[in-house]
Every structure is written in structure tokens, then in C-alpha cells.
């Protein structure tokens, strides 16, 4: 199994650029979710899915758009880029009940100029 | 505002040694506290949790102690190995009785040098 798929793994933006980080799992996991991981802040929830259809914000939502409109996939997409938004961004999944650990992708590592 | 604190922030431990990694938390309706690893260039994977009912959970060379009167959890690794270098993140969350969403700390780099 592939698990967690993140594309792509580097991407650098002008800022006001829009882009969108793609996310995929093929384990059938009902909740997915994104976080942003910067120096000395740990990693921090952007937003999150229970399941196709629904989403719902994190702790820093500001400037990011998700959708689900399928169980595998989970887009993120940036509308118009900032060079706060420079970061690694990791996308995880989970079977959703109790404390079904995350598995998280790879990460994308993003800067923005 | 960050929920749960972890420390310190790097460690350098010598070959059979053993690592501690503390974090200590505000909110009293977090009931499960997971520790992740992540390797340069990966996600973090976890390693183990626990749940605020027992004091102590240990698999294998790691062990997590809970001190839920003082809000204070740790990862203890025995017998440190040079493969045990990364980045150690502490969470915590609250049971909504579905999808958990996690507070992770702000990360431990664990360097074991041989």
C-alpha cells in the first residue's frame, strides 16, 4: 500500500500565486487533515475532514481552502500565496475512531518568495 | 497560544544513554497523549501513547510516564542507539468519540552519537 501520497514534495511561489497541494491515501480513512510544520512550532492543524463532504478548520485556517469530495482525496489549495505561508505541509489520515493513530505523507515543502 | 510545552528543544545523548523528552499541558480535557518520531525528509510516524488512566506505558527501549496531577507527561529511551536520531513530537487531544484532532509540542531533535 502506498498510504499516505503527498504531491509534489517541493514547490516555490511568487507571492499572490495560487497553487494547490494534493493529497491522496488508499487506506479508506474517513478523517484527513492538513498541518503546517515550522521551526520550534511543532506542527499545527490547518483543517480537517471527518469524512466526503465535510470539512472543517483547524487551529490556521487564514488563507487556505480544503474540499472532500471523495474518501481518498484531500486537496489544500493556497488562493493567493504569502511568504508566511512558507512551510513543509504534511497531510495525514486516520481510520477516524478512537485513538486510530495518524499516518502522515511525506510533507511538501513549500517557500514562498 | 500553545497548549501543550515540550522539552528541550534538542538533545545529544552518547550511545546507551538514555534520552528524556518532557511536556507538560494546560488543558485537563485532553485524555490521550501520543508521541510521533519523524526522520529528516518524512512524516512523523507514532511511536506510543497513552492514556491518562495508567501512570506508565513501555514497549520495547520506550517508555512514556504520566503525571496527571502535575500535567507533565515524558518519553524515556533506554539504551539510546545512533538510529534513534530524530525528531521527537509530544500531543495531546481531547475524545470527541470520533476523529481526533491533535496538539502536537514543538519538537525534540534527538541526536544519539555513537
Known amino acids: 500500500n502506498a498510504g499516505v501520497t503527498q504531491t509534489p514534495k517541493f514547490q516555490v511561489l511568487k507571492t499572490g500565486q495560487s497553487m494547490t497541494l494534493q493529497c491522496a491515501q488508499d487506506?479508506?480513512?474517513?478523517?484527513m487533515s492538513w498541518y503546517r510544520q515550522d521551526p520550534g512550532m511543532g506542527l499545527r492543524l490547518i483543517h480537517y475532514?471527518?469524512?466526503?463532504?465535510?470539512?472543517d478548520q483547524g487551529e490556521v485556517p487564514n488563507g487556505y481552502n480544503v474540499s472532500r469530495s471523495t474518501t481518498e482525496d484531500f486537496p489544500l489549495r493556497l488562493l493567493s500565496a504569502a511568504p508566511s505561508q512558507t512551510s513543509v505541509y504534511f497531510c495525514?489520515?486516520?481510520?477516524?475512531?478512537?485513538?486510530?493513530?495518524?499516518?502522515f505523507g511525506n510533507g511538501t515543502r513549500l517557500t514562498v518568495t | 497560544q500553545q497548549q501543550v510545552k515540550q522539552s528541550p528543544q534538542s538533545l545529544i545523548v552518547q550511545k546507551g544513554g538514555i534520552s528524556i523528552i518532557n511536556c507538560a499541558y494546560e488543558n485537563t480535557a485532553f485524555d490521550y497523549f501520543p508521541w510521533y518520531q519523524q526522520f529528516p525528509g518524512k512524516g512523523p510516524a507514532l511511536l506510543i501513547a497513552i492514556r491518562p488512566d495508567v501512570s506508565e506505558k513501555k514497549e520495547g527501549r520506550f517508555t512514556i510516564s504520566f503525571n496527571k496531577s502535575a500535567k507533565q507527561f515524558s518519553l524515556h529511551i533506554m539504551d539510546s542507539q545512533p538510529g534513534d536520531s530524530a525528531t521527537y513530537f509530544c500531543?495531546?487531544?481531547?475524545?470527541?468519540?470520533?476523529?481526533?484532532?491533535?496538539?502536537f509540542g514543538s519538537g525534540t531533535q534527538l541526536t544519539v552519537l555513537p
Open positions: 487506506m479508506n480513512h474517513e478523517y
Open positions: 495525514a489520515s486516520s481510520r477516524g475512531r478512537g485513538n486510530s493513530p495518524l499516518h
Open positions: 500531543a495531546a487531544s481531547v475524545a470527541p468519540g470520533s476523529a481526533r484532532q491533535l496538539t
Open positions: 475532514s471527518v469524512g466526503a463532504g465535510i470539512t
